[in-house]
C-alpha cells in the first residue's frame, strides 16, 4: 500500500497553514479511480479550512498506466532549486514507483517518463491517451471553472448561475463535486467550509434535472440494496429512470436472475392491459437480457484475467509487492478463483500447492486489511477469531482501540 503523505500548506488568501493529504505516485491500477481524478483535473487538490478557498497544488507526482506501459512525471515550474535537484527529485518518485512493483513488472520505459511542467499539459496528455476530444477537455476545463465560480457564490446568485451552465453540469460534473467535498473533509474541515459545498451539492441535487436523476437513481438502487431479493429487484428495474440504472441493478443483480425471475417479469407484461406500460416491460425484458449476456460474457475475460493473476503470485519471489501492485484487481472474482484452486488442490492431496495457495490467501488478507479502517480491521480480526483465546489476545494487541467510538461502530454493523 502506497504511504500517505501530508503536505503543510499556506493559504494565499487568509494565510491560515494546515495540512492537507497529498498523492506522489497515482497508479491506475493500484487505484482505478486516479484516471477520473486526473481527467477531471482534480489530483492535489487542497481546501482552506478556514476561509473555504483552494484549489491544486504544484506538487510533484507520478502517473502509471501498466496496461498503456506509461508512465507521466509531473515536475512544475518553482520546485527544485536548479536543474540538478529537479531531476534528483524526479529520480527519487521513478524509483519510488518501481519500489513499489515487483522486479519482473518493471518495464524500460519506466526510466523514461514523459515530463510535464503544468498541470493542463498532463491532464491534456491524459486525456489524449483515453481518445478524450478537445471538445471534451474544454468542457472538463469549463466544469471546474464553474466549479469555483459557483462555490464563491452566495446563495442568491446559484439559480441564475444554474440556469446559465445547465450544459455543465453532468454526472462528471457530481463526481468532481463530491470529490472537493471529500477533500474538504479530509483536511479537517467540518464546520461552515465544509457546509457550504454541502449545501450547494444540495441545492444542485434538488434543482438540477440530472441531479433528480441521481436521486432517483439512488432511490431506487438502495430499495433494492437494502432487501435484496427477485421481488425487489424486479420492482427496481420497472422503477429504473435511465439505462445506466438497469445496467447497475443488472450488474448487482445478476445471481437472482434465474427461470423464476424471469417468469416473474413475463407474468407481469401478460397481465397488464396498458399497452404504455406492457412495451415498457418488454423493452425492459430486452435490456436485462443484453446486459446480463455482456456482464457475463465480461466476467468470463476477467476470471481469465483474476486466474494468470493468482498464477504470477504463486511464481513471484514477491508475492505481497506484486500484490499491491495490483491491488484494484483483488476483487471477489479473485477470491473466488482462489478458494476453487485451493479446494481442488486439497481434494487432490497435493500438499505442496495447498501450502503456496494458502500463502497468496495470507497476502490477500493481508493487503485487504492495509486498505481498511483500523476499526473495520479490529471486527473483522475479533469475527475470525477461532477461540476466545484468541480473541483476547487480539483485545489485548488493540487496547488503544477500544473506545466509544469503536462500539458505536460495532453496534452500527
Known sequence: ???????TVACPVCGTRFQTPVEQILDVRVNPE???RMLSGAVNVAMCPSCGNGGALNIPFIYHDPEKEIALLFLPIGVGN???????????????LMDAMPQEERKGYLFQPETFLTIETIVKRVLELEGVTEEDMEHSQKQREFLDKFLSATEEEWPALVAENEALLDENFFGL?????????????????????????????????IGQLLTKRSEVVRAFADDPNQTTLLEALIAAPDEETIEMLVQSGIALMDYSFFQQLVHRIEATEDDQEKAHLTGLRRKILETRDLIMEASEDIAHERAQLLEKLLNTEDPLKMARSHLSELDDTFALILRSELTAARNRGDKQNVEALQRIAGV?????????????VLARQLLMATSEEQMRTILENNQPMLQPQFFQFLESI
Open 177 to 209: 463535486l463530491q470529490y472537493t467535498m471529500q477533500m474538504i473533509a479530509m483536511s479537517g474541515a467540518s464546520g461552515g467550509d465544509f457546509g457550504k459545498v454541502e449545501q450547494g451539492y444540495n441545492y444542485l441535487i434538488e434543482n438540477t434535472d
Open 34 to 36: 486516479v484516471k477520473n
Open 1 to 7: 500500500m502506497p504511504p500517505r503523505y501530508y503536505a
Open 364 to 376: 490477500l488478507n493481508q493487503v485487504t486489511e492495509e486498505n481498511m479502517p483500523p476499526e473495520i
Open 82 to 96: 536548479g536543474e540538478v535537484e529537479r531531476q534528483k527529485l524526479a529520480g527519487q518518485l521513478t524509483r519510488q
